[in-house]
Structures are given as C-alpha cells and as structure tokens.
C-alpha cells in the first residue's frame, strides 16, 4: 500500500503542470502511441514527463530507454530537464540523435559488418573529396558531373536504402550511369578506409540487424521503451530502424506535426507520420492543440495558409493568450526598399515594446537573400549572427587538426592523411602522392603503411623521404599515447610539436591570426568536452564534432538579431520574426511550384516560419528583385492571398528617395507602384505567376521534360530575349528560348 502511494505521490507530481491532453499522453505509456503535437504545444514537455513518468511511476531502469532526437542540443536540453523531475541517474537513458546513438551502437558491434570499431565518420566535404578522387581514378570529368550533385545523389539513394547495384539497375540517363558507377566504388573505399559516411550511420544498423538476428533480439530486449521526436521528419531507413528495434516490446512513442514537415529534399518521409495508425493498428493518437508560443492572430493566419494542403492530419490550434496584433503585410519597391523596412520596424519595436535585439529573427528561403539584409542591419549598428554560415568545425585550420586527430585514431583514413600530409608545409606535392598512390596499388595496402615504406618508393627524393618518415613517426607516436595522455594534453602537444600554432604566428597576417585564434579554440573545446563527458576518448570526441549541427552551435544568449533560413528556424521562437521574400518564384520556389507534393511542402515551410513568432510577425515581399545583372518583376505570394485577410494589415510604403534615383521613379508613376498589390480581396481569382526567367548560370545542370538532364554553356541575349546553350547528356547541344523551355534547376 505505501508503495501505491508514493507513486501516487510521484504521478501527481510530474502531471500537475501539464494540461489534460498532454496528461494523457503522458500515462499511456503501453504499446505504440501517436502524439499529433501542433506548432508551440508543448511536445518536449510531453516527452520528458512521459520520460520521468516510465522511470518514477512504472520503475522502468533509464537504460531501457531509447529516446530519439534530432538535435545534439535538444537531447542536452531534455535530459537536464528530466533531472529536475526525476531522482533517477538521466545519464544512463539512451537519448540522442539517431546520428549518434546508431554510431553508438555500431562502435560496438560493426565487426559483424566488416568493419574496425574505430571507423571514421565522413561529413559531406570528406564525401566529396572521396567522390572527387574516385572520378579522376575512373577518368570521369568534373566538368559535366559535379561531385556535389553526385554526393547528393548517393545520400538520397542510401536514405531511401537503394543499394549501388540497384541504382546502376534503374539509371536512366548518362548522369544516372556515371552516378552508379562512382557510387559502386565509393562504397567499396569507405571499407577499405574504415570510414562511414552520415547515411551509413543509419544504413549500415539495418544490415546489422538484418545479418545478425542475434544481435537484433538483444537490442530488441534492451529497449523496453522506444520514444521519437519529431518523428515527421524521419527518412525511410530511420522508419526501418524503428520497426526493427520495436517489434518485440511494441511500446513506441512518436511525436511529430505533419505540419511540420519540410525535409523531404533531405529524405524524409511524410508518410511516416500520416499512415502511423495503419503500421500500428493498436495504436493511441492524441492531439496536443493548445498553442503556449503565439498570439490566436499569428495561429490563425497560419493555419488558413496550411489548411490547403490535402496531405495533413487535421489539427486546429488555439491560445488562451489575447488575439495580440495582426500580422503585418509589407510590399516593397525592391529588395532594398525590403531591407530598409525591416530595420524601421526594429527600431520602431524598440521604441513602442523596448525589445532587445536577441528578440528579433529574419527568415529567409534562400541564403542568398541575407546580403543586402546584412548591409543595412550593418549601416544601422544593429548586431546580427547568422545562423547556417561555415560553422567552426568546417573552418580549414580546425579540420586540418582535427585531420591529425582523425588519423591517430583510424590510421586507415585516407582523406584525412592527404589532407594533411603537406600541413605544414612538408614539400610533398601532388608527383609523390601519385607515386605513393601507384605503391598502394600496386602492393595492395593502405596509404599509410605506404607511407611507412616510403624508402622503397622508386622516384622520391631521399630529402622528402626523411620528411614524409618524420611525419610517420610522429603520428606512430601518438597513436601509442592515447591511452596514456588525455585528449586535452595529447592535442596541445601534438599541435606544438607539429608547429601548426607557430606556422600561423610566423605568418603574422590578421587572418592567420585568426586562424591561430580558431586552433586555440578547438583546444578549449576539446579540454569543455573532457571535463562534461564520463568517459572522454578520442574517437567519441571525433563523433561529437563529425555531427554537429547548425542549431546545436547557435548561442541565443548573445544580443544579436538572428538571420537564417526558414529551415534552420525548426523548433525555435522569437517574440517578433520576419519572413521575407514571399513572392512567387522564391517562395514557393518556382522549381517546387508545379508539383503538388513540392508546393505542400513549401506551404508547411511557410507555416513553419509563421509559428516561430510569438507577439508579433511581418511578412514582406518586394515588386522587383535582383539576380545577377538582371532586375526581375514579381508577384506577391500566393501564400500572402491564402492568409484571412481579418487576420492581417497591409502596408504600402512609399518607394524612397534612393529608390526612385535606382528605378528612375517620377512622382507620377506612384500611382502603378500602389496598384501592385496582393489583391486580398479577391484572392480566388488569383493568378499564379512564375517570374519571367530562370535564374541560370554557366555550369549549372538543368533537366528538360523532352531531352532530360544537361549542363549550361552559354547565354545570351537579355529579358525575354535571353537564349541558352545547354549540352544534353543523350542529345548533345541545344539553343533553346529561356521563357520558352520550362527549365528546371537541378
């Protein structure tokens, strides 16, 4: 009896400060359940009570937990949130990204596969290097197949689980053979390099389980509890994964907001979540629909927007909060014009509210849109930081050592020794590494025992020789101290003795100053990662920095206005947010316009982007925009005439004196720059425009419904007038009228 009251005690605890839906979805913790949680409603506070409710009132041990993220930073988040509610140690519940808790998982048991538990993990710019290396040795050309587009390829073929044999089987085009080619050979260096590329963190758990039922059965045993975030966003080999691990125990948590799902340019599979109740007959759906982020104005306007989208679990939103302010429409001359209006109203915001900066963030569809933005915050002193630009872990000097680290770790990796090889300089250039490629080869064995034998290399000077044996010896001596020196120690001396700080300081330039400052940087990092983490090693360390995220190194603490892309603005909040460039052509993209399912898409972006504010939300389009040297007409986006207009104010503002010196605007011509506007009153008979051109360059791959996938190799001409030459892989050359061929950018 005193046992039933403690939990009693313990259950009342952990729901008293949640609502009655998210009660219950709390407590029903057997067999699977689908919790449908709208945009602010509160989802991690469901998932980290439901958490401290299976460990505090059904006595589940944390380490029978698997609790899936897709942030670094919302796993952080959610377990020390879970200490304050729970007594048990959160430490030992298996909570992370898919990312991470798979290579977990793999570190332990990817011997059964063929590979060394200390494999490397190859982010996109060591995929494209291997690509990149793999094209020269198969003499295809840079030139007409872009390694990028490759990459892009193979990881959209690994996250659908399309094996190379079965790409090769449905290629279609020349770009397709090329594609199945490399990416045959791609997979058969990762092995011979022990390295895993993200996708394979996810593909390769599958072949685990699938060769080795026995290893399954004891991950299946393991996990009583299975719990998903943000399951809208899961790709097709994480579906597989999860219906792996939950066939035994079938106590499945998904949490997720169809609303909300904007990867499928990445692989996610919106199906994942819409047919739920069909994979999971027994399953328990409840809907999280009291909004505690956004005024009922701003959910209001939002969910007239999204509500056309035919592929949706209906969810309708409401506050108890006041209506607050209408949504702002703003339409501008230009994209300046834009600019400049953004930052009067930041400024108005803090003369009305005394907001401060960090309040305000500015969303747009493409990153290209962020220049002129990032001009005018500038000329006005405001601070800004951009989320998404070259994050630290992708600065050169930072992977250079990290490139050190890397080899210490998996002398087996390849890439990370030609990266680093000449760094410091070392005098070995491109000739030697041929020759010592021509070695491997030729003795079948790794690039780094080959550099081990560098004496019996014909053709290599004996001066480099001693250089490129130095460099071996060094890395042959850090390999034997990782288990005597911590990762801290090991690196400052390594970075010492190799001179990569005295290489910059001799330099003396203010950027490579700044480079010296960023390897100083790391060295924190790496001494903060030793002190929080149990166990610190090199290579968990490695896996930690290999998959990071944008959000994980956004820091709101600064005062700064935050600029980023609509999709990096996921699961985030502001007090007043701006979306901007909502004209057709930009967004929706004119490329994802045709397609039903593409222009859902671009409508839950929107939606995405709308949620993120909580007072107050601008939305602002411009009549004209620039690309390159050309100035584009547009038109307002259809999703601006798909808002109730109750919910919504427009302002016109008058074009500046600056831009009437741009455009050439005489007084009397005001009147035209009025009557451009969204026509909210009769938004049924809309018209939906595309703009007059595609925005092309030269080298840009394309795809044409007749001749299909081609390279553009010249343009000219100006306006409608414009004409390009494209070099079709199955029909060779062609001229064609831009307004004419409904190109679309690949």
């Given at each position: 009896m005193?046992?039933q ?11 008293k400060n949640?609502n009655p839906?998210?009660?219950q ?9 689908l919790?449908?949680?709208g945009?602010?409603?509160?989802k991690?506070r ?5 958490i401290a409710?299976?460990i505090?009132?059904?006595k589940?041990?944390?380490?029978k937990?698997l ?5 670094n930073k919302?796993?952080s988040?959610m377990r ?9 140690n959160?430490?030992t519940i298996w909570?992370?990204?898919f990312h991470s808790l798979?290579?977990r998982?793999l570190r332990?048991?990817c011997?059964a596969?063929?590979y060394?538990?200390?494999f ?9 290097q291997l690509?990149k290396m793999i ?5 295809i050309?840079t030139?007409?197949v ?7 390829q193979i990881?959209?073929?690994k996250n659908s689980?399309?094996?190379p ?21 791609y997979?058969k260096?990762?092995r011979?390099?022990?390295?895993m590329d993200?996708?394979d963190?996810l ?7 699938g060769s080795?039922?026995?290893i ?8 009583d509890?299975?719990?998903v975030?943000?399951?809208?966003d899961?790709?097709h080999?994480?579906?597989?994964i999860?219906k792996l691990l ?8 998904v ?7 904007i990867?499928a340019?990445?692989?996610?599979d ?5 047919d739920?109740e069909k ?6 759906t409840?809907?999280?629909e009291?909004n505690y982020r956004s ?10 927007v999204v509500?056309?989208n035919?592929g949706?679990l209906?969810k309708?939103?409401w506050?108890?909060q006041e209506s607050g302010?209408?949504?702002t429409?703003?339409h501008c ?9 953004i930052v ?15 309040d ?9 849109q962020?220049?002129?933005?990032e001009d005018?915050l500038?000329?006005h ?6 989320v ?6 992708e ?5 250079d ?14 890439i990370?020794?030609?990266r ?10 491109a000739a030697?590494?041929?020759k ?8 079948r064995?790794s690039f780094?025992?080959?550099l081990?034998?560098?004496?019996m290399i014909?053709?290599?000077t004996?001066?480099?020789?001693m ?5 071996c010896?060094?890395i042959?001596k850090y390999?034997?101290l990782?288990?005597k020196l911590?990762?801290s120690?090991?690196?400052r001396?390594l970075?010492?003795e190799?001179?990569i700080?005295a290489n910059?300081?001799n330099?003396g330039?203010?950027?490579a100053m700044s480079r010296y400052?960023?390897v100083?940087e790391?060295?924190?990092a790496i001494t903060e990662f030793s ?7 090199l290579a968990t ?6 998959l990071v ?9 600064g ?9 990096s603005a996921?699961?985030?909040e502001f007090p007043v947010v701006f979306i901007?460039g909502?004209?057709?052509g930009?967004?929706p993209?004119s490329?994802?316009a045709?397609k039903?399912s593409?222009?859902?898409?671009e409508r839950?972006?929107?939606y ?6 909580k007072?107050k939300l601008y939305?602002?389009s411009?009549n ?5 040297t ?5 038109n307002?986006s ?7 207009q109750?919910?919504?104010e427009l302002?016109?503002p008058k074009p500046t004196?600056s831009?009437r010196?741009r455009?050439?605007i005489?007084?009397s011509?005001?009147?035209?720059y009025?009557?451009y ?7 049924s ?6 703009p007059?051109?595609?925005?092309l360059?030269i080298?840009?791959r394309v795809?044409h419904?007749?001749?299909?996938n081609g390279?553009v190799?010249?343009i000219e001409?100006?306006g409608?007038?414009?004409k390009?030459?494209?070099n079709?892989?199955?029909v060779g050359?062609k001229?064609?009228m ?9």
């Open positions: 005193g046992t009251v403690t939990s009693s005690k313990k259950a009342a605890q952990i729901l949640l839906a998210q009660q979805a709390v407590i029903w913790t057997e067999g699977p359940v919790i449908l949680a945009a602010g409603s509160g991690t469901v998932l980290m009570h439901k409710y299976l505090e009132v059904n589940i041990v944390p380490w937990i609790a899936m993220t897709f942030t919302a796993a988040e020390e949130r879970i200490k304050t509610i729970s007594h048990q959160s430490n909570m992370g990204t798979f290579a998982i332990k048991e011997t596969i063929g060394q538990s200390n490397s993990i190859y982010d996109a710019d060591d995929q494209v690509i094209m020269n040795d198969l003499n050309p030139k007409n872009i390694p990028k587009a490759v990459q892009s990881s959209r073929s689980l399309t094996s044999e079965q790409y090769r089987q449905h290629a279609e085009n020349m770009f397709e053979d090329y594609v199945g080619q490399i990416y045959t050979e997979q260096r990762l011979n390099l022990n390295a993200f996708d963190l593909g390769n758990p599958i072949e685990l389980f080795n039922p026995e399954l059965a004891r991950y299946q045993e393991r996990f509890y299975i719990l975030d943000e399951y809208q899961t790709n080999a994480q579906y597989r999860l939950s066939q035994q125990h079938r106590n499945i948590t949490v997720g907001d169809d609303d909300q799902s990867y340019w990445r692989g996610a919106i199906n994942n979540i819409l739920f994979d999971f007959p027994e399953c328990r409840f809907r999280l009291q005024t009922q104005n701003i959910l209001s306007a939002a969910h007239s509500k056309n035919q949706r209906e309708t939103l506050t108890t302010e209408k949504v429409l703003i001359w230009d994209a300046f014009g834009e600019a400049d209006k009067t109203k930041i400024q108005d915001e803090f003369r009305l509210h005394q907001r401060n900066f960090k305000f963030a500015i969303l747009y569809r493409t990153n290209a962020s220049r002129i933005i005018r500038r000329n002193g405001i601070p800004y930081i951009i998404g630009g070259t994050r630290f872990y600065r050169k000097e930072v992977k050592v990290i490139a050190y680290l890397r080899i210490i770790d998996n002398p087996l990796d390849t990370s020794l030609k680093i090889i000449n760094f410091p300089q070392r005098g070995i250039g030697t590494i041929k010592i490629d021509i070695f491997t080869l030729e003795k064995i780094f025992e080959a081990k034998k560098i004496s014909e053709g290599v004996e001066s480099i020789k250089r490129i044996a130095n460099f010896q060094i042959e390999q034997s990782q288990d911590s990762i120690e090991m690196t001396t970075v010492e190799v001179g700080l910059f300081k330099e330039t203010v950027e400052e960023n100083f790391l060295l924190s002190k929080r983490t149990e166990k610190p090693t360390f490695l896996e930690e920095v290999t995220t944008d959000i994980d190194n956004w820091d709101n603490r005062n700064a206005v935050t600029l980023m892309t609509l999709h996921k699961g985030l901007t909502l004209e057709e930009l967004f993209l490329r994802n045709e039903t593409q222009l859902e898409e839950r972006l929107f995405v982007g709308a949620t993120r504010a007072q939305l602002s411009a004209r925009r620039n690309y390159g050309e100035t584009f007409l547009s307002p259809r999703f601006i005439n798909e808002i109730d109750q919910f919504v302002e016109f004196e831009e010196r455009e050439k005489s007084h011509e005001e009147g035209s009025y009557d506007h969204y026509h909210t009153e009769t938004s008979q809309y018209e939906e425009t595309l007059v051109l595609q925005i360059d080298g840009m795809f419904e007749t001749f299909g390279t190799q010249d001409g100006r409608e007038n414009t390009v030459t494209i079709f892989e199955a050359r001229k064609l831009v307004k004419y061929a409904n190109l679309e950018i690949i």
